[in-house]
């Protein structure tokens, strides 16, 4: 049940990455769904394996749009070919290994770290309120309210509702249950209104046409080069591996913490027990994401929702890296259309550094 639960919370990647890293001139959705769906699915089971905890894995959200909007979109960087995941996920693992990033993660306060991970909820609580029309982009980053007389916001409004409700009563799986009942709900409110609610998951405002069974496509897998250091020059190419390196290393470090502190992990100095296994297999999955171009993979903070159905041990992550195996097998049937577009105010440089 964890696994299941962790795996339904963050499953929107597997669409969202190829949506941000695609579009004109971007890469193509279905090689990109191939190797998201391929790092988390073995990073993640990696993570149960070897260092036990029920963290999962995935590209992260934020990075990826860092490097799309900013990098590619505005400095005219060019896919596929980024070398910067991989040479960023290098250098932590040198520093995981050399004992580094543990020293650092222990001098930290405990507070700060607390609340590196309530950031990152924030961040997602935003994008949450996005997706459902909640709230909307006003003048430029700054949010407003969106249209309330929706059916949409209904079905939003009752599955937050119905999800509350389930873990204030204490109900073991209370996400999972509150996830599935909300998506059947949505599906039956959407298919007596025509199928008119939801129908921006395509390109342009278009339904999305998927094919299921469909052959993966590994054409991204190991296509990457080390061009953007003549692009940019050495001392801004360091640069942009530097800050990038900074989001993903003290990322990790809240996330690490505020999900072992909701386990229960943590000793009485609030350190995680094994965290250099973590912060390991975290900085290998940031290699891995690079070299497959599916953007550099961090630790999850949505694994709290599995660990809050009871999940304590690596058996939770093996199961969630085994449910996104099967999408190596989804593919998207037409290749986006659409122009880049700028990025979303949740994208915005106040929150593109948190995840």
Known sequence: MAGVTTFLTMAYILFVNPAILGGEGGLAFPAVLTVTALVAAVMTIAMGLFANYPFAIASG??????????????????????????????????????????????????????????????????????????????????????????????????????????????????????????????????AVSGGELWTEVGSGGRPAAFGIIALPDFSLLGDFSFGYLAELGLLAAALAVFTLMLADFFDTMGTAVALGNKAGFLDDRGRLPGVRRVLLVDSVAAVAGGAASASSATTYIESASGIAAGGRTGLASIVTGALFAPALFFSRSRASSRRRRPPPPWCSSAFSCCR
């Open 61 to 190: 959200l934020g990075l990826n749009a860092v490097v799309a909007f900013q990098l590619v979109g505005a400095q005219g960087l060019t896919y596929p070919g980024d070398g910067r995941g991989r040479h960023r996920g290098l250098l932590i693992t040198v520093l995981v290994l050399t004992g580094f990033r543990e020293a650092v993660l222990n001098a930290i306060p405990l507070t700060l770290k607390k609340a590196i991970g309530a950031g990152i909820g924030l961040f997602i609580t935003i994008i949450g309120f996005a997706s459902s029309g909640l709230v909307v982009q006003g003048q430029g980053t700054v949010l407003t309210r969106g249209d309330l007389d929706s059916a949409r916001i209904a079905v939003f409004v009752v599955g937050l509702l119905l999800t509350a409700l389930l873990l204030a009563r204490g109900t073991k799986g209370a996400l999972l249950y509150g996830i599935v009942g909300t998506t059947v709900l949505a599906i039956v409110v959407n």
